[in-house]
């Protein structure tokens, strides 16, 4: 049940790198080893755009073609399945697709989508473009270079007030696959109401926050289970 009556009860998923680990996908901890030939300013800040935009395109393009050919795994699509249920709505960090190809339809990318671009321009113009890359010289209807509609270091997060507005009025939590070390997701979870059941998820968390529950373990074993409690 709901807070009010006939209300079907609201669920808040926020996810991180963590969730796509099991689809193949590195976290940002593994990604990071990626970055060591190249720093992220060079390849995930306005400044290393400016400097060197071919670079920054073979990066996210090659990020895309992986995520693209990843699958969603199986708390995916449990995650999806709670939407026979409840109202749902998932805060994700991450910029792979697997959440919508899993079947959720209400999702909050915070810090954007690989599945986009956008022009460089005033008006922003968004388009999507799947798995393709993009290249130097590809305008948008403005005229503007595309780029990855990715939110960059410095950059501000994205749906930060609706998000917090969903995390305060949820009556259940679930947070699988981050370490709550990258904003938006860190201050989030004090926003989630005392009474919410709260549920973490991840392999390893030094500091649970307050009023969670920890399971730790990998999400293709653990999610599932934790959302077939939810549902029946
Ligand atoms: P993080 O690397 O800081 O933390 C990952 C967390 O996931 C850790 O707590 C780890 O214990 C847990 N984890 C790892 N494998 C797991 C598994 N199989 N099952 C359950 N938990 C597992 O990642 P973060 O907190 O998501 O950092 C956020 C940043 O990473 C964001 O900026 C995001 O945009 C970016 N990112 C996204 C993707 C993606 O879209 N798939 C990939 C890499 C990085």
């Given at each position: 049940m709901g807070r009010y009556p006939g209300m079907r009860p609201r669920i808040v998923i926020l996810s991180g790198s963590g969730l796509s680990a099991e689809s193949g996908l590195p976290t940002f901890r593994d990604a990071a080893g990626l970055w060591r030939q190249h720093s992220w300013q060079e390849l995930a800040s306005p400044e290393g755009w400016r400097r060197n935009p071919a670079l920054v395109l073979e990066f996210y393009n090659e990020r895309r073609a992986k995520a693209w050919a990843a699958q969603p795994n199986s708390a995916h699509v449990a995650i999806a399945a709670l939407e026979t249920k409840f109202d749902v709505v998932v805060v994700t960090?991450?910029?792979?697709?697997l959440h919508e190809r899993a079947g959720s339809t209400n999702v909050l990318h915070v810090h954007g989508e690989l599945a986009f671009a956008r022009g460089?321009?005033?008006?922003r113009r968004r388009y999507r473009i799947d798995g393709a890359p993009i290249e130097i010289g590809q305008l948008c209807d403005e005229g503007t270079q595309l780029r990855p509609d990715i939110v960059w270091f410095g950059e501000m997060t994205q749906f930060r007030d609706e998000a917090r507005e969903h995390v305060a009025a949820a009556d259940k939590i679930l947070v699988v696959?981050?370490?709550?070390?990258?904003?938006p997701a860190a201050s989030l979870v004090?926003?989630?109401?005392?009474?919410a059941d709260k549920v973490l998820n991840s392999l390893e968390m030094d500091e649970v926050p307050r009023g969670f529950s920890f399971r730790p373990g990998q999400a293709t074993s653990v999610v599932p289970r934790i959302i077939d409690e939810w549902i029946s």
């Open positions: 960090q991450n910029v792979d697709a460089t321009g005033p008006a696959g981050t370490s709550l070390s990258v904003y004090d926003d989630a109401r005392a009474d």
